[in-house]
């Protein structure tokens, strides 16, 4: 679900993963057509990093 927010609407997604701050810049960049991609690519990646560092976060407490 939160990959096809990150490709339709991208500023979103930052507010949903915690990055408020990323949100706003990454709105801004999508106002433009051509800006566009690149917001999408971002959030992707953005994401791709927020489940990394959940999983990390899940073995070390499981560790512990």
């Given at each position: 679900?939160?990959?096809?927010?990150?490709?339709?609407?991208?500023?979103?997604?930052?507010?949903?993963?915690?990055?408020?701050?990323?949100?706003?810049?990454?709105?801004?960049?999508?106002?433009?057509?051509?800006?566009?991609?690149?917001?999408?690519?971002?959030?992707?990646?953005?994401?791709?990093?927020?489940?990394?560092?959940?999983?990390?976060?899940?073995l070390?407490?499981?560790?512990?």
């Amino acid at each position: 679900m939160r990959l096809l927010i990150a490709l339709l609407i991208p500023f979103f997604l930052f507010f949903t993963i915690g990055r408020p701050l990323a949100g706003i810049i990454c709105l801004i960049l999508q106002v433009t057509l051509i800006g566009w991609i690149p917001a999408a690519i971002w959030a992707v990646y953005a994401l791709s990093q927020y489940n990394t560092d959940k999983k990390i976060d899940e073995l070390r407490s499981g560790q512990s």
